[in-house]
């Protein structure tokens, strides 16, 4: 049952510690904490109908697409010279990233690993962002379970594309931890999210050939990048430096911010044009330029 009395509501995003945005929602549609998070979905005047967890916003029905084809296109194009592709998205429980995965002809697998199976479930109700066709897809499996539990019960699975949908990596909590003394039989922060352990189950899951491509949080020109772009400084760190991959980044207005992206493989040499899937609202040649273009400001110190 919607409320329909305006609110504001103030987001305080972990890798933003020095602001907070507040969203002026003229509708709530649906509120609840599931076991796992506090979800809030509302209309916007402005970005239309947004889902919040635990106060942060996730998306909004105005740029969705402008996140999602982000997220997924440019590291599905690079690594489109293998055919039969299978793909594991961890977390997108909005089902956008499941929906422009699967708009790759040659993909014949797909396994979407969200914690929050509740969470699916009122996506699907109130969001609709993925239609019917896309849960129906017979080469999407859904597991709404915790992926550190998926990794050990599927240990021999191996992907050409894992894509992380996850919440953003906290880097500050991340670098704060000494990982060489953490008990790696252990199941506590040893296994967190965005830790060392972590990437590297998630690079062991991967074929030979395979890439990753995750979303690293709000990035900002200038100044120290472990501060202005701290989650992605955090991402390449745990690829290696990032030396074989490749960042980029977009504006999406409704999280106020450019928001970046890394994916562990070199953009690939074809048309982009005439590998991409037809049916994009956002990604295309300009598109890719744009994102993968970082003027030197960017990385201007006195800035």
Known sequence: MSTPAPIWFKEEAC?????????????????????????TIGVSELWGRCLFLDTEIQSS????????????????????????????????????????????DDV???????????????????????????????????????????????????????????????????SAVD?????????????ALYGPRFWKIIQDSLHASGAIASHVGPVSPGGDASV??????????????????????????SFQSDWGFFMSCKRGTKDLEAVLPKNLKVYDKDAETMAFLWPKYWFDKNL
């Open 15 to 39: 890798s933003s510690p020095s602001a907070s945005t507040a969203y002026l929602l003229k509708e709530i549609l649906h509120q609840t904490q599931s076991k796992f998070c506090a979800i």
């Open 61 to 104: 029905s105005s740029d969705e697409a402008i996140y999602h084809e982000h997220l997924v296109h440019p590291v599905m194009a690079a690594t489109s010279d293998k055919q039969g592709r299978s793909v594991l998205i961890i977390g997108g429980g909005e089902g956008a990233t499941a929906r422009e995965v699967l708009k790759w």
């Open 108 to 174: 014949t697998k797909v396994d979407m690993v969200d914690i929050d199976g509740e969470l699916i479930e009122i996506c699907k109700e109130h969001l609709k962002w993925a239609g019917e066709e896309v849960y129906s897809d017979k080469r999407l499996t859904i597991y709404p379970q915790d992926i550190r539990i998926f990794f050990d019960e599927h240990k021999l699975e191996k992907y050409d594309v894992v894509l992380m949908d996850l919440t953003d990596p906290d880097a500050e909590e991340l």
């Open 179 to 191: 990982w060489n003394s953490i008990d790696e039989d252990a199941q506590g922060l040893d296994y």
């Open 228 to 253: 202005r772009r701290a989650g992605l400084e955090w991402c390449k760190k745990m690829l290696g430096g990032g030396e074989e991959g490749e960042a980029y980044k977009v504006g999406i207005s």
